[in-house]
């Protein structure tokens, strides 16, 4: 009798668990089902560095339209395979936060809708806008602009440099551990170093003239070969080291190990006892050195079912200078606003990245950059620390990436 | 034992038990019942099945007479059925579809994200303000032209001037012939809003008012239009007409296609795929040999540790054994994936524990050498799986018959011979199972690998983003683009999966039939 009771006490906790699963989705399918007038709730994703500049703003918007927000926080980094999953399933969000070089997969695969910025679209730094748009179409509201730099210890080295080796001749004067710090790691890391590949003339992808990008490789060639010898060379000379990883580099900067680290804002609360110099990479090749663009956004999914609300949110109340104020006090990168960012590069660290970042290109967001990613950083490591021929690896690693690619 | 049968199942008479059984029931019912409901109003079919299949089943088998071994498995069933059997199911089903990357949802879906797409704002034309207008039930746009003028017009009518508007701050308010919506009234339809296309003048080409915000209009053309007689979509520009293939793409004549595809059954491609990929069937080999060297070499390095140590401290002459106990085990309360990331520290090249202070500033290249990466991983395997054995080898010599042992020493056996014809024998009977599942957990070790290496180095004479490293799972997860480094193809991952759970399951059966022997020692 009693193990009679016990199983179904266990069968009753199983079906009651197997409830509670399905009661849970339920909520959320009702939610983004038929919307009713002042009933109208919008869901929102972010991240947690977003969170609190995005209620403030949804708490205007609740009061100006009776809409209810939900703003929902999320891991940065599930932001994007749950949107890409989810959104299909019909129980996404209307809006979530993300970085423009997802827009080529999220295009592909139809989860995202275009927003139709109207004449707000010239109150944005151009380069902003470019990076989320695909085809023509805009896809996303750009709020925060990020890229990297020449972050300089004013007191080991007083002048920026001009070229690379005025700035390893300046490091080595400093008498500091490091000329100059750069992240390398033994994967790699081809987004800092695509600024000096780009001083050898070697971009990644062909532009159109409209400044996007097109699916043909272009970081092989003579540029390319150049800049892989010239890494080897670095490499050998001890300026460059795959031992350097970003923590290593972040931390011996910190520690005023070196005058010079080429990184982003990202950084800038590690170094807040060090007087700063925000300067651009310095050209090792001749031409200018051109970091990638990160452009951060709001995307709304295609299957929103509150899609007027998402865009009256988006373009009336996330793109003012308020909104675009606190995003950027949240996360510290200038704004896409351009009012927005004047008021921030009062700041004058502010400034010096959003200077560097005008010269900047945006960061591919081709589906096809991530077999680029594959192959790009491994290589350069390889060159660096000495184990491959340069030349060799290099036009090696362009038929790699053009074979994966197809 | 005394009870009478009856009585003992608790299902006849209104004894206690009997109640309670019943109020236990019908929680369970009503519970059930709710999710079937709630199933209903979400529309998920498969679930509500499933729910109601359950609560008959769960219903029959505690009331009928003939269900007595159900009433006790029937719990565990059901958790089999939701845990294992639908996730291995799905697995496999999914590994028959081409989802991925361009493949990501259903067909209507994609056919909406194709014309979203390519619906496009005229270059040049005004952004004008818009107020969303009602003729009866029919949702109309009133706009005002550039020039002032206020115009209005619905789906099936063309924007036409209306005189006598009322503009209040640039926008519509009030307009003869129409009712102007209020903003909660326009949110309640928001979707026929979003979707409402208000011809600009009655030729199709010269596009249409579309608003996204029911605050400012612009005029869109489509470029891409789809007729749903005959399935197809048109480029209106170039007139070319693209039909649905089997791969779930839209496709042209000549064999363009429209980027935006659906999920469609493939039928064995992904099999084919995962082996007819010439560029893979050379680290495939390789990482093959590797993923059974790395399974086989920690079973056995980290029992043989662990069954030395278990020996060592079950010797009662040693003093403090129970601290010695305590250390051991540490490494086993420290998460896998945590110290995986702390090894990869602590053997970094230059500035890593283990060579700048153990090896005194020697630069050995720990995790990037061929070689020497595939002896990282394997002692850091070592170092985590050895107290797991440690303990089960500690439970099972505890647990030996000593009367057996005694037997063995008066029959003049001497301490070795002992050992190996009686502890190893008994040991094995005990453990022999536990090192098969040890073999299938490492076989698809993950974590240790990715946090480890990342399956680096990398091989130097394939053209794949694989490595020295790298087990049969860690090359799933970037094969199938998992990782970002290539187009997301879940179908091809999940034919993966499945060829990995094959190997490991015929290994497993394999080697517990031959398990079977041991126990006949005992």
């Known amino acids: 009798m009693r193990r009679s009771i016990l199983t179904a006490a266990a069968l009753t906790a199983t079906l009651a668990l197997a409830a509670c699963s399905s009661g849970a989705e339920e909520p959320a399918g009702e939610e983004s089902a038929a919307p009713n007038g002042e009933g109208s709730t919008l869901t929102v994703w972010v991240d947690e560095t977003r969170q609190a500049a995005v209620e403030d703003a949804a708490a205007g ?97 007083s002048e920026a440099p001009a070229t690379w080796d005025d700035a390893i001749a300046a490091g080595k004067e400093a008498g500091t551990k490091y000329p100059l710090l750069i992240q390398t790691s033994t994967e790699g890391d081809p987004y800092t170093f695509y600024p000096l590949q780009t001083s050898f003339g070697a971009p990644v992808f062909e532009q159109n003239e409209d400044g996007s990008y097109k699916p043909e490789l272009a970081l092989g060639g003579e ?175 362009v038929a790699d990436i053009q074979g994966e690619i197809g | 034992m005394s009870l009478p049968a009856t009585r003992g199942s608790g299902r006849t008479g209104w004894s206690p038990g009997f109640l309670v059984k019943l109020v236990l029931i019908a929680l369970v019912d009503a519970l059930g019942v709710y999710a079937v409901l709630a199933a209903w109003g979400a529309g998920s079919w498969g679930i509500l099945a499933a729910m109601v299949a359950l609560l008959l089943v769960a219903n029959w088998a505690y009331f009928s007479k003939r269900a007595l071994p159900l009433k006790y498995i029937l719990p565990g069933l059901a958790f089999l059925l939701v845990y294992q059997v639908y996730v291995v199911a799905y697995t496999g089903y999914v590994a028959f579809t081409n989802y991925g990357d361009g493949h990501n949802s259903t067909k209507e879906q994609a056919i909406e994200a194709l014309l979203v797409q390519n619906e496009r704002r005229v270059e040049g034309s005004p952004s004008s303000p818009l107020t969303v207008v009602a003729d009866g039930d029919t949702l109309g746009f009133a706009i005002i032209s550039p020039d002032g003028v206020v115009e209005a017009g619905t789906a099936d009518q063309p924007l036409e001037t209306v005189d006598g508007a009322t503009v209040e701050a640039g926008r519509v308010t009030a307009l003869p012939g129409y009712d102007v919506l209020e903003y909660a009234a326009v949110l309640e339809r928001q979707q026929e809003v979003t979707e409402l296309r208000v011809p600009v003048s009655s030729d199709p080409n010269e596009g249409s008012i579309r608003t996204q915000d029911a605050r400012t209009g612009y005029v869109f053309t489509s470029t891409l239009e789809y007729d749903p007689a005959s399935d197809t979509m048109t480029d209106t520009t170039t007139g070319v007409t693209y039909s649905p ?58 029992f043989l540790l662990g069954l030395f140590l278990a020996i060592a401290f079950n010797d009662t002459r040693l003093r403090g054994r129970r601290v010695y106990r305590t250390l051991v085990i540490l490494p086993y309360a420290i998460p896998g994936f945590l110290a995986a990331l702390l090894w990869s520290g602590l053997l970094n090249r230059s500035y890593g524990f283990v060579n700048e202070v153990l090896l005194g500033g020697a630069q050995i290249p720990w995790l990037t050498d061929p070689v020497l990466a595939k002896l990282a991983v394997l002692g850091v395997n070592l170092w985590l799986g050895f107290p797991y054995m440690f303990l089960i080898c500690t439970g099972a010599l505890q647990s030996l018959p000593t009367d057996v042992l005694e037997a063995a020493k008066i029959d003049g056996a001497g301490r070795w011979r002992t050992w190996r014809s009686i502890t190893l024998p008994l040991l094995l009977v005990a453990t022999a199972p536990l090192l098969i599942s040890s073999f299938a957990f490492n076989f698809n070790n993950f974590t240790l690998i990715y946090m480890l290496t990342g399956g680096g180095p990398r091989f130097d004479d394939a053209s794949v983003p694989l490595g020295h490293t790298d087990i049969l799972i860690s090359m799933v997860y970037s094969v199938s683009g998992l990782d970002g480094t290539a187009a997301k193809d879940y179908g091809l991952a999940s034919a993966l999966s499945i060829v990995i759970f094959v190997v490991v399951a015929t290994i497993s059966a394999l080697a517990f039939r031959r398990t079977r022997s041991l126990e006949e020692i005992a």
Not at chain 1, 375 to 393: L, R
């Open chain 1, 61 to 157: 918007f609740e009061e100006a339209t009776g809409a209810k927000v939900e703003v929902v926080l999320k891991n940065f980094e599930d932001i994007r395979p749950d949107f890409l999953a989810q959104v299909p399933t019909g129980k996404g969000p209307d809006i979530t936060v993300g970085a423009h070089d997802w827009l080529g997969e999220l295009t592909t695969n139809g989860v995202v809708a275009p927003i139709e910025l109207g004449d707000t679209a010239d109150a944005f730094e151009p380069v902003s806008v470019a990076a989320f748009t695909q085809d023509g179409q805009v896809y996303g509201l750009p709020y925060a602009v990020e890229n990297i730099a020449l972050i300089r210890n004013t007191e080991l080295a």
């Open chain 1, 223 to 397: 540029g390319g070969t150049a800049f892989a010898e010239w890494l080897a060379e670095q490499g050998e000379a001890g300026n460059l080291s795959t031992d350097v990883t970003y923590d290593i580099a972040v931390a011996a900067f910190a520690k005023g190990e070196s005058p010079f680290i080429v990184g982003g804002p990202w950084m800038l609360e590690q170094f807040a006892d060090l007087d700063l110099a925000i300067d651009p990479v310095p050209s090792a090749g001749g031409e200018p050195a051109q970091p990638f663009v990160g452009v951060a956004g709001f995307y709304v999914s295609a299957q929103s079912e509150n899609a007027l609300l998402a865009n009256d949110f988006l373009v009336n109340y996330m793109a003012t200078p308020e909104a675009q104020l606190a995003l950027y006090e949240a996360g510290d990168r200038p704004p896409a606003l351009i009012e927005a960012a004047d008021t921030a590069s009062e700041d004058p660290i502010t400034a010096g990245f959003r200077e560097v970042g005008a010269d900047a290109v945006p960061m591919p967001s081709l589906p096809e950059m991530g077999a680029v990613w594959a192959y790009w950083g491994v290589t350069e490591a390889g060159i660096v620390s000495g184990k491959s021929d340069p030349a060799k690896a290099w036009d090696k690693m």
């Open chain 2, 245 to 302: 293939n089997d791969d779930g793409q839209f496709e042209a004549a000549d064999g363009t296609t429209l980027p935006v595809g659906w999920r469609v059954l493939v039928g064995l491609d992904n099999f084919v795929t995962a082996f007819g990929d010439d560029r893979y069937a050379g680290p495939f080999g390789k990482i093959l040999v590797w993923t059974f060297a790395f399974a086989v070499i920690s079973v056995a390095s980290t």
